[in-house]
Nanobody, 122 residues
Framework: QVQLVESGGGSVQAGGSLKLSCAASGRTFSSRAMGWFRQAPGKEREFVAVIGWSSINTYYADSVKGRFTISRDNAKNTVFLQMNSLKPEDTAVYYC???????????????WGQGTQVTVSS
């Protein structure tokens, strides 16, 4: 069992930055792929980024590539999402998720956090 709690969301102007954190409980965190997803009002949940257990492999959605960076600290059971050059279209609820593979499909993730709101104003 893995429990995930996101934090770090908030309101920021376009061009600004935010850093999201996801604290995990459970002994299997360090062996799991960790992903970030987001869901805007009226839209489906979409993939943002994923990181492998060793941090060697990371993948990003094209829409955030070059602006967002995913990282993890296995000693602290935490995964991060550094978001720079934010745009109004990045506005969404951001969720972290734990899975077993580095994939962009929501159904492949076993555990989800409750989400944290990110609002970017123009």
């Amino acid at each position: 069992q893995v429990q995930l709690v996101e934090s770090g969301g908030g309101s920021v102007q376009a061009g600004g930055s935010l850093k999201l954190s996801c604290a995990a409980s459970g002994r299997t965190f360090s062996s799991r792929a960790m992903g970030w997803f987001r869901q805007a009002p009226g839209k489906e949940r979409e993939f943002v980024a994923v990181i492998g257990w060793s941090s060697i492999n990371t993948y990003y959605a094209d829409s955030v590539k070059g602006r967002f960076t995913i990282s993890r600290d296995n000693a602290k059971n935490t995964v991060f999402l550094q978001m720079n050059s934010l745009k109004p279209e990045d506005t969404a609820v951001y969720y972290c998720a734990a899975g077993s593979r580095l994939v962009a499909v929501t159904t492949e993730y076993d555990y989800w956090g409750q989400g944290t709101q990110v609002t970017v104003s123009s």
